[in-house]
């Protein structure tokens, strides 16, 4: 990834944002402008950092600039009934939202894991990427 790029897309490493649509109230992750189920314009959220692992595995041999091993997850994100700023902090019920992310450790089906923010890989030319991976809570 080229450095400019890097630098637009930070706003979506240093937090986890999805995007939640103003008509049906779907959240979306990563974020989408349209809704996928209805056609609506969609408000970008901050999505919880905690959730629990449904799935996962381990990684053994990685593209360039990744350390193997290192485990990646299914998680289901927190978000049963949840204030967003978005929304003018109306509290509202939404869909399950699950992510698939890095993890900093290896995770068993059913651990609860938070975001923390770490090295995630380094380019060939020293550009170290940094972003949110999950680890035990």
């Known amino acids: 990834m080229?450095?400019?790029?890097?630098h637009r897309m930070k706003f979506e490493r240093y937090k986890l944002h999805g995007s939640m649509c103003k008509k049906c109230k779907i959240i979306s992750y990563p974020i989408e402008n349209l809704c996928s189920k209805c056609g609506e314009k969609s408000d970008i959220i901050e999505l919880p950092t905690t959730g629990i692992v449904i799935s996962n595995t381990t990684i053994y041999v990685s593209p360039k600039g990744f350390d193997a091993p290192y485990s990646i997850a299914l998680v289901k994100l927190d978000v049963k009934e949840k204030k967003f700023k978005a929304l003018d902090d109306m509290i509202i019920p939404v869909n399950d939202v699950i992510i698939p992310v890095q993890t900093?450790?290896?995770v068993e089906i059913g651990d609860v894991v938070c975001a923390t923010f770490r090295k995630i890989s380094e380019s060939e030319n020293g550009v170290i990427n940094y972003g949110l991976k999950f680890e035990k809570v």
């Not at 080229?2 to 890097?6: F, K, R, T, V």
Request: hydrophobic share 25%; charged share 25%; proline share 12%.
């Open 2 to 6: 080229s450095i400019p790029m890097y």
């Open 104 to 106: 900093t450790e290896k």
